[in-house]
């Protein structure tokens, strides 16, 4: 069955992403981590010395945390090319701890038939609490009749998509429920009254695009 596309004319300003929750984090999968990116800080495998030096145990790296949130992303972005991916450490993540990776579409624009979508991303924990903020921007197919005439080799669908944000529409609705509460107002009076880390990532395309526009979304793996 071939994978899902994702294509920029179904999304809109506002949409969420799936929520992904993780595994509880435990003591193999930091050691595993460890082997895999080569990062073998002590304090994220050795509980003797993480104690030696003030933490009541050993803590997961910020990268395995981002990490995580990347999967989100190209879980999510299927048929996409991820063009930007950046994130700010919040709170540490200890052993035990359940981490649930969220996003939302922020913008979207296009222009001479390149379509980007703004995604904001966190992470929490089981009680709630902000794990990790981030930001980043995937590139797609405007439809599927749009990647067909790019593999094809012929010009792209060109729609011309003026910046949309959630921030101005969180504004506009903000207006208009301040004029409507005004107006409400003249007709009736009322008697009621009314620190942190930063990591980017270089993205590259998980396979070749197509003439340089085609689909795939991955980031590599970035060390602190």
């Given at each position: 069955m071939p994978a899902r596309k994702l294509y920029f004319e179904a999304i809109r300003v506002g949409d969420e992403l799936p929520a992904l929750a993780k595994a509880p984090v435990d003591r193999v999968q930091l050691s595993r981590y460890a082997g895999a990116s080569g990062d073998y800080n002590p304090v994220h495998v050795d509980e003797v010395y993480a104690k030696s030096v003030g933490m009541p145990s050993v803590y997961a790296p910020g990268m395995l945390i981002m990490g995580m949130l990347g999967q989100l992303i190209s879980d999510w972005a299927r048929g996409g090319q991820l063009r930007r991916y950046n994130v700010r450490f919040i709170k540490m993540v200890w052993p035990g701890d359940t981490?649930?990776?969220?996003?939302?579409?922020?913008?979207?624009?296009?222009?001479?038939?390149?379509?980007?979508?703004?995604?904001?991303?966190?992470?929490?924990?089981?009680?709630?609490?902000?794990?990790?903020?981030?930001?980043?921007?995937?590139?797609?197919?405007?439809?599927?009749?749009?990647?067909?005439?790019?593999?094809?080799?012929?010009?792209?669908?060109?729609?011309?998509v003026p910046?949309?944000?959630?921030?101005?529409?969180?504004?506009?609705?903000?207006?208009?429920?301040?004029?409507?509460?005004?107006?409400?107002?003249?007709?009736?009076?009322?008697?009621?009254?009314?620190?942190?880390?930063?990591?980017?990532?270089?993205?590259?395309?998980?396979?070749?695009?197509?003439?340089?526009?085609?689909?795939?979304a991955a980031a590599k793996k970035v060390k602190k």
């Open positions: 981490v649930v990776c969220k996003g939302r579409v922020s913008d979207r624009h296009g222009s001479g038939g390149r379509y980007f979508v703004d995604i904001d991303l966190w992470a929490e924990n089981q009680r709630g609490e902000l794990l990790m903020k981030g930001q980043s921007v995937i590139q797609l197919f405007y439809s599927l009749e749009d990647e067909n005439r790019q593999r094809a080799g012929q010009a792209p669908i060109v729609v011309e910046r949309e944000s959630i921030l101005d529409q969180q504004s506009g609705g903000q207006a208009e429920g301040s004029e409507a509460e005004e107006t409400g107002s003249k007709k009736a009076p009322s008697t009621a009254k009314k620190s942190a880390k930063t990591a980017t990532a270089t993205p590259a395309p998980l396979s070749p695009p197509a003439n340089g526009n085609g689909a795939a």
